[in-house]
């Protein structure tokens, strides 16, 4: 089945440590995206990338750290530089020309302790 | 900064009534997205409007775009209780730009 699959469903960060969460898909999109929702609050954009080993920082991409050297996997990490990394993330890909959908993860849950 | 703005924030109906969210948006699009989420899940592609359409449908949705006064219109007719859930807007920009921006969101709860 094609999609795009987030892994894991939760995660737990000590403070202090790095943390990197997954997402593959195997719809052959070119682009990816990672967001990042806090309770009752909208999408806030982390990074984008249009194509392999290329990628643009969103709105609020200060802690986090992206890479994209496969067009299948587009892996977040999010960095001890990030205050308040308690949220819930996730991703999503789409083709690219602006007029398509785009396909979103089940998300990742990480909860700092 | 978030590019589209959802209106009302939250909204409480009964089965079988209509409801209607809008979306602000600020910048000059390519085309308007709207979704849909149910709680703790991922985001659900419901139609996708482009700058220069007026008017769409699927189903029992009915978007409207007035790129003049820089807003969509989200009508769900006829509801049930299983379009309890949040929706929202989301906008790419004119300028050849994949950045997909969301708004902030609204939730409607559909009462048996």
């Known amino acids: 089945d094609g999609g795009i699959t987030q892994s894991p469903k939760y995660l737990f960060r000590k403070e202090g440590q790095n943390v990197t969460l997954s997402c593959e898909q195997n719809?052959?999109?070119?682009?990816m995206y990672w967001y990042r929702q806090d309770p009752g609050q909208g999408l806030r954009l982390i990074y984008y990338s249009q194509i392999v080993n290329d990628f643009q920082k969103g709105d609020i991409a200060e802690g986090y750290s992206v890479s994209r050297e496969k067009k299948e996997s587009f892996p977040l990490t999010v960095t001890s530089a990030q205050k308040n990394p308690t949220a819930f993330y996730l991703c999503?890909?789409?083709?690219?020309?602006?007029?398509?959908?785009?396909?979103f993860g089940q998300g990742t849950r990480l909860t700092v302790v | 900064s978030q590019q589209g703005e959802e209106d009302p924030q939250a909204l409480s109906i009964q089965e079988g009534e209509n409801a209607t969210m809008n979306c602000s948006y600020k910048t000059s699009i390519n085309n308007l997205q709207w979704y849909r989420q149910n709680s703790g899940r991922g985001l659900v592609h419901l139609i996708l409007i482009r700058s220069n359409e007026r008017e769409k449908h699927s189903g029992r949705l009915r978007v409207t775009l007035d790129t003049s006064k820089k807003s969509s219109s989200l009508l769900i007719t006829a509801s049930r209780a299983a379009d309890t859930a949040s929706y929202f807007c989301?906008?790419?920009?004119?300028?050849?730009?994949?950045?997909?921006?969301f708004g902030k969101g609204m939730k409607l709860t559909v009462n048996p």
């Open positions: 989301a906008c790419r920009s004119q300028g050849g730009s994949e950045k997909l921006v």
């Open positions: 719809l052959n999109h070119d682009a």
């Open positions: 999503a890909s789409s083709l690219i020309g602006g007029g398509t959908e785009a396909f």
